[in-house]
């Protein structure tokens, strides 16, 4: 399926390489909050998808953990079968949470290439959505610890990108690696260690109703 999306979006973005976006997200200065010294600019300068990333791990984290539905998505997750017993729809709430999950996908891919960038170019996410499944593992599957790792990942990318605009002699491969090393680095050691993550014992498992039987 991953081959297959990135093919597709190859083939069918390839009449879009070179050429700058006309549409784009303005960015939406917050009143006063924006004057504040050097975090006005950080924090309060920029489009509707930033001010969006930076409530939604926080809504993620309320609606799995305070919400009837959360418990339920968790408890798909944890136990299929007893989650099934007790009147959950397995099969329903985990389709709703791959359709909702690969929106925020689509929304994030919208701001790359429109919001950011206003251009698109084949491959131009450098394997950031595998970086971010490790992330996952890393934050022990909570959504708050993840937006830590997120903006440390982000603040790497653009510490290289700045270094470049201002001729910075330092080995920029290098600094761009570095995410990359620390996940390989990561994964090894809890592979090494043997380490139990917090991760749904039926991730990845099939469920059928008729195994109820």
């Known amino acids: 399926l991953t081959m297959f999306g990135t093919g597709a979006s190859s083939f069918f973005g390839v009449s879009m390489v070179g050429k700058t976006l006309k549409a784009s997200f303005e960015a939406i200065p917050i009143p006063l909050l924006n004057k504040i010294p050097v975090l006005g600019e950080v924090l309060f300068n920029h489009n509707i998808l930033v001010y969006f990333a930076f409530v939604l791990p926080v809504i993620v984290w309320f609606v799995f953990n305070r919400t009837?539905?959360?418990?339920?998505?968790?408890?798909?997750?944890?136990?299929?079968l007893s989650s099934e017993i007790m009147g959950i729809k397995v099969?329903?709430?985990?389709?709703?949470?791959?359709?909702?999950g690969g929106i925020f996908i689509g929304i994030s891919g919208v701001y790359l290439s429109v919001g950011y960038s206003r251009l698109w170019v084949e491959g131009m996410t450098a394997g950031k959505g595998w970086i971010t499944i490790a992330l996952v593992i890393f934050a022990n599957w909570n959504p708050l610890i993840a937006y830590g790792g997120a903006?440390?990942?982000?603040?790497?990318?653009?510490?290289?990108?700045?270094?470049?605009?201002?001729?910075?002699?330092?080995?920029?491969?290098?600094?761009?690696?570095?995410?990359?090393?620390?996940?390989?680095?990561f994964l090894l050691f809890i592979s090494i260690k043997g380490k139990r993550?917090?991760?749904?014992?039926a991730l990845g498992e099939s469920y059928f109703r008729e195994s109820r039987g």
Do not use: C, D, M
Request: hydrophobic letters at 45%; glycine letters at 8%; charged letters at 15%.
């Open 151 to 185: 903006y440390l990942f982000g603040g790497l990318t653009q510490l290289g990108l700045n270094l470049q605009k201002f001729n910075i002699p330092f080995p920029i491969i290098l600094l761009k690696s570095i995410p990359y090393v620390f996940t390989l680095l």
């Open 91 to 100: 099969i329903k709430v985990r389709y709703i949470a791959t359709i909702v």
């Open 68 to 80: 009837k539905w959360g418990l339920a998505l968790r408890s798909s997750g944890e136990e299929p």
């Open 197 to 201: 993550s917090n991760l749904p014992k």
